[in-house]
């Protein structure tokens, strides 16, 4: 199997070697030609990568829409039934501390 990734760092080692030259040449046209070929050793370095992820896309198993719905949901917390926010499971706590206070005041009144 080829190594995609190695081959796309190869060539952008070629287009680094290109843009020294094209800095350090005296001609013109040359200077042209290797910025011009830095700019294809690029292109090639980002198509070797893509096609290796795309490869290593397809070897993965496809996930079926049956198996995502069979995973419970990150939001759906053993605490909160329903799946209701945070801020209700607090306001219903509240409540039944102020209904357990307000039945003990009565029976302490009763008394």
């Not at 081959?7 to 042209?32: H, I, M, N, P, V």
């Not at 992820?53 to 993965?60: D, G, I, K, T, V």
């Not at 102020?98 to 003990?104: H, K, N, R």
Request: aromatic fraction near 8%; proline fraction near 6%; hydrophobic fraction near 35%.
């Amino acid at each position: 199997m080829v190594d995609h990734l190695a081959w796309a760092q190869g060539y952008r080692d070629r287009a680094a070697k290109c843009q020294l030259s094209a800095k350090s040449t005296s001609s013109a046209e040359f200077g042209e030609c290797y910025r011009l070929l830095e700019k294809y050793y690029l292109m090639l370095a980002n198509l070797e990568e893509d096609f290796g992820r795309r490869q290593l896309a397809s070897l993965m198993p496809p996930v079926s829409l049956r198996e995502t719905e069979k995973k419970p949901s990150p939001a759906a917390s053993p605490r909160q039934p329903h799946n209701r926010p945070a801020s209700f499971a607090k306001n219903e706590i509240a409540s039944e501390n102020q209904s357990a206070l307000s039945a003990s005041a009565r029976m302490l009144a009763a008394r």
